[in-house]
């Protein structure tokens, strides 16, 4: 059985490349998005800035386009 930080972030990995996989840009930014979620929490556990900030920063970018009014 995998310990509870490694499932974390083998959930994160699925939900990123589950995201390439979607035909529209709004489903591919929102299950990146969760995948980024995923990925901030790996990263906290395992006290990683690196992988807090870089994730941090596609959330930021995600929420942007997600948000941003259509026209």
């Not at 992988?51 to 930021?60: D, K, Q, R, S």
């Given at each position: 059985m995998l310990p509870a930080v490694e499932f974390?972030?083998?959930t994160a990995s699925f939900f990123?490349?589950?995201s390439f996989l979607m035909k529209?840009?709004?489903y591919l930014r929102m299950v990146?998005?969760?995948g980024c979620g995923f990925f901030i929490w790996y990263g906290i556990l395992l006290n990683?800035?690196?992988i807090i900030i870089t994730n941090g920063a596609i959330v930021l970018?995600?929420?942007f386009y997600?948000?941003?009014p259509k026209r």
């Amino acid at each position: 059985m995998l310990p509870a930080v490694e499932f974390i972030g083998y959930t994160a990995s699925f939900f990123v490349l589950l995201s390439f996989l979607m035909k529209t840009m709004t489903y591919l930014r929102m299950v990146n998005l969760v995948g980024c979620g995923f990925f901030i929490w790996y990263g906290i556990l395992l006290n990683s800035w690196p992988i807090i900030i870089t994730n941090g920063a596609i959330v930021l970018v995600n929420l942007f386009y997600l948000l941003k009014p259509k026209r």
